[in-house]
C-alpha cells in the first residue's frame, strides 16, 4: 500500500489511482470472473472474491472513494 492507495483498493485491483470508471469496471470485472466462488473452487476464491468486491464498490463511489482517501492520509 502507498499514501496514494492507503487501503490498497487499486492494488486488489491492479490499477492506478489515476484510473479511469471504465478501467476500474473493466479490471474488476476481469478478476471478478476469475475469483468467482461459483467459477473457482479454490479455498482462497471466496475471500479474493469479497475483498475485490469492496474495492470496487469503494473505487467506483467517488465519494466513498475520495473519504477513503483523506481518512487515512
Known amino acids: 500500500m502507498s499514501m496514494r492507495d492507503p487501503l490498497g483498493y487499486y492494488q486488489i485491483l491492479d ?3 489515476a484510473a479511469s470508471e471504465a478501467e476500474i469496471k473493466a479490471n ?3 478478476r471478478a470472473k476469475r475469483w468467482h466462488p461459483d467459477h ?3 479455498e482462497e476464491a471466496t ?3 469479497q475483498h ?3 474495492a470496487y464498490d469503494v473505487l467506483k463511489d ?3 472513494s475520495d473519504f477513503s482517501k ?3 492520509i
Open 15 to 17: 490499477l492506478t489511482p
Open 28 to 30: 474488476y470485472r476481469e
Open 40 to 42: 473457482n473452487t479454490s
Open 47 to 49: 475471500e479474493k472474491f
Open 52 to 54: 475485490l468486491s469492496v
Open 62 to 64: 467517488e465519494e466513498l
Open 70 to 72: 483523506l481518512y487515512l
